[in-house]
C-alpha cells in the first residue's frame, strides 16, 4: 500500500478512459473495475516487464497485488480491454506468439488465490490462437504402462502431442535424462518453487515429491501441442478442480499379479521400493476406479488392444482430426490501432500508411469461446479479417 507515484497524479486526476494509454509516455493503460483502478504497463525497475499496480478508488491508496503467473515483457504499448472477469492485453508491435495476453482479475483461480494467501492477487496467462485440443491426464498405479502407452503416442503422433515433464526428487534410473523425463531436483528447491506458486499441482507417491508446473504446461500448449500428464491420482483430482480443462484417463492392470510382473520384470526399484508401490496400487486404484475424477477407465491388459482404444477415446481412431498450427494463419496487430468491443468481439481497427494512400484494416478477434486460462495458457481464441478500407473498397477474408 501506498501513495500514487507523483508521475501519475496528474494522469489519475483526469479520470482516464478504460484501455487508454497515460499521457506520460511510460505506456501505461488504466482499466476500472468498481473501485480498483488497474494500472498495466512497463515496469520502472529495469526488468523490462509489463507491471501491474491497483489504485483503490475508495481508500485512495495503492495496492501492490501477488502477481501470478509468467509476465509478458514490456512493449511499444498495450491496449487494453476488461471482459467481465479479466483484461485483455493487446501489445503492440509485438511477435505474433505473444501479442494476446489476459490479465485474469475476478476468475475462479484469482479468486481461489485470494482466499489463500490473504493478498490481493491478479493473474497472468498468455493467449493462444487456436483451439488446441483438451490435455489429456493419464493415472494409474506404478508399472501398470501409462510410460508405455505414452510413448507410443508420442511415437506415433510427433507433431500433435507434448509430454508435460514434471519435477521430482527422486533419483533418476538409468536410462532416465534430466529435462526429458522430469527435471529432478532437491526438495528444499522445490518447496519453495510450491511456496512461489510455480506449481499446478503437486503430491508426495511413494515417498518423493513429484509436481507439475504451470511452465511444463505452457512449453507444450506454446509449441501448439496437446499436452499429456503422466501424474498420480491426487495430481489428477488437483488438476480436476483447477482451470486447466483436461481429459483424465485412469489405467488399470489386469490383475495385482500382473502388476507385480511388471513391476519386477521392469527391473527398475529395489524390492523395498517394488513393495511401496505394490501396496500404494490397491489404494489408487480403488481411487481411480469409484471416485469422479476420471472420464475413462482402460484395462491395460494386451498392450496394443489397449494402446488402440486409448487412441479411440482420444479421437485418433482412423482419420486424425488435429488442426495443423500452420492453418490457424498469423495475427500481427500493428503499432496503429486502436480497439473496440461489441459484446464477446473485439474490433481492431489497424491503420497501415503506405507510400500514396492510407489503409484501414478491421480484425474480429472472438474472445467468446475462451478456455483454460491462469495457471497456463488461454486457449480458444478465434480472429477473421472482416474488412479492408482503401479508396472505398471493402474486401472480406476469413482468416481462421
Ligand atoms: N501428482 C503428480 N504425480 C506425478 C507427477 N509425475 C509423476 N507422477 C506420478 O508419480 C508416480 C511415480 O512415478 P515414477 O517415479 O516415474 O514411477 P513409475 O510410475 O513406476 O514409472 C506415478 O504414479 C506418476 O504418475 C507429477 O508431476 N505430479
Ligand atoms: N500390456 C502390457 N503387457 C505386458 N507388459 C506391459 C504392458 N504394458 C506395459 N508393460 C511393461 O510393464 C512395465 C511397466 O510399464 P511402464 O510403462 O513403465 O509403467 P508405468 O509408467 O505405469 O509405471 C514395462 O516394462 C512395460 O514394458
Given at each position: 500500500m501506498g501513495e500514487a507515484p507523483a508521475f501519475l497524479v496528474d494522469d489519475l486526476q483526469n479520470e482516464p478512459l478504460n484501455g487508454f494509454e497515460l499521457k506520460n509516455g511510460t505506456c501505461k493503460t488504466t482499466t476500472t473495475i468498481g473501485n480498483k483502478m488497474y494500472v498495466i504497463?512497463?515496469?520502472?525497475?529495469?526488468t523490462l516487464s509489463i507491471e501491474v499496480q491497483i489504485f483503490d478508488r475508495s481508500l485512495g491508496e495503492w495496492i501492490h497485488p501477488t502477481v501470478h503467473g509468467t509476465k509478458p515483457l514490456s512493449s511499444k504499448g498495450h491496449?487494453?480491454?476488461?471482459l467481465n472477469d479479466r483484461i485483455l492485453i493487446l501489445k503492440k508491435g509485438a511477435k505474433s506468439d505473444d501479442q494476446i495476453w489476459f490479465l485474469e482479475v475476478d476468475t475462479q483461480y484469482v479468486r481461489q488465490q485470494q482466499k489463500q494467501l490473504g493478498t490481493e492477487v491478479v493473474a497472468w496467462s498468455k493467449g493462444v490462437i487456436g483451439n488446441a485440443e483438451k490435455p489429456v491426464v493419464i493415472s494409474g498405479p506404478s508399472g501398470v504402462g501409462k510410460g508405455t502407452l505414452i510413448s507410443m503416442l508420442m511415437k506415433e503422433f510427433p507433431?500433435?502431442?507434448g509430454f508435460s515433464v514434471s519435477h521430482t526428487t527422486r533419483a533418476p534410473r538409468g536410462m532416465?535424462?534430466?529435462g526429458v523425463h522430469y527435471h529432478f531436483t532437491e526438495k528444499s528447491v522445490m518447496e519453495k518453487e510450491i511456496k512461489d506458486g510455480k506449481f499446478l499441482e503437486f503430491a508426495s507417491v511413494h515417498g518423493n515429491l513429484y509436481g507439475t508446473s504451470v511452465e511444463a504446461v505452457e512449453v507444450v500448449a506454446d509449441a501448439g501441442k496437446r499436452c499429456i500428464l503422466d501424474i498420480d491420482v491426487q495430481g489428477a483430482r488437483s488438476v480436476r478442480s483447477s482451470s486447466l480443462e483436461a481429459v483424465f484417463i485412469f489405467v488399470c492392470p489386469p490383475s495385482m499379479e500382473e502388476l507385480e510382473k511388471r513391476l519386477r520384470d521392469r527391473g527398475t526399484e529395489t524390492e523395498e521400493q517394488i513393495l511401496k508401490r505394490l501396496r500404494n496400487a490397491a489404494a489408487e486404484i480403488e481411487q481411480g476406479k469409484s471416485s469422479n475424477i476420471f472420464d475413462f477407465i482402460l484395462y491395460n491388459d494386451n498392450l496394443e488392444e489397449c494402446?488402440?482404444?486409448?487412441?479411440?477415446?482420444?479421437g485418433l481412431g482412423g482419420c486424425v482430426a488435429a488442426t495443423p498450427k500452420s492453418a490457424l494463419g498469423e495475427f500481427n496487430l500493428p503499432l496503429d490501432h486502436s480497439v473496440s468491443k461489441i459484446d464477446d468481439k473485439i474490433i481492431i481497427n489497424c491503420i497501415s500508411s503506405g507510400l500514396e494512400k492510407e489503409s484501414k484494416n478491421l480484425i474480429m478477434l472472438?474472445?467468446?469461446a475462451l478456455k483454460g486460462g491462469a495457471p497456463g495458457r488461454t486457449r480458444g481464441l478465434d480472429f477473421?479479417?472482416?474488412g479492408s478500407f482503401s479508396d472505398g473498397l471493402i474486401g472480406m477474408e476469413r482468416l481462421s
Open positions: 504497463g512497463g515496469a520502472d525497475d529495469g491496449s487494453a480491454v476488461f507433431s500433435m502431442f532416465e535424462k534430466d494402446y488402440e482404444k486409448l487412441k479411440k477415446l482420444l472472438d474472445v467468446s477473421q479479417a472482416i
